[in-house]
């Protein structure tokens, strides 16, 4: 399984960012996935996943913010990122919400600067 993700860029607080995660191969419709993120000096934490029939669960750091969602038929998934603050910045990542994972993608950066 590859994973590609790409929508990343610099944004000014307040701003929205659209991100998209690409999985080859067909096993994404069988698994749950989810957007991790990873800022400097942190751990690779979980913001966003969505279950194979659409279910959505946040952190509390993005709820109200962020919505994920999914195309089964493009083997894709999104994140709608709005009223990004700075604290926002990291490099983003789609994976599978629970091992076991696959391998990890190169991520796409999100930067929230004035």
């Known amino acids: 399984v590859q994973l590609v993700e790409s929508g990343g860029g610099l944004v000014q607080p307040g701003g929205s960012l659209r991100l998209s995660c690409a999985v080859s191969g067909s096993i994404f419709s069988v698994r749950a996935v989810g957007w991790y993120r990873q800022a400097p000096g942190k751990q690779r934490e979980l913001v966003a996943r969505i279950s194979t029939g659409g279910s959505t669960g946040y952190a509390d750091t993005v709820q109200g913010r962020f919505t994920i969602s999914r195309n089964n038929a493009k083997n894709t998934v999104y994140l709608q990122m709005n009223s990004l603050k700075t604290e926002d910045t990291a490099v983003y990542y789609c994976?599978?919400?629970?091992?076991?994972?696959?391998?990890w993608g190169q991520g796409t950066q999100v930067t929230v600067s004035s």
């Open positions: 994976n599978t919400q629970t091992a076991p994972f696959w391998t």
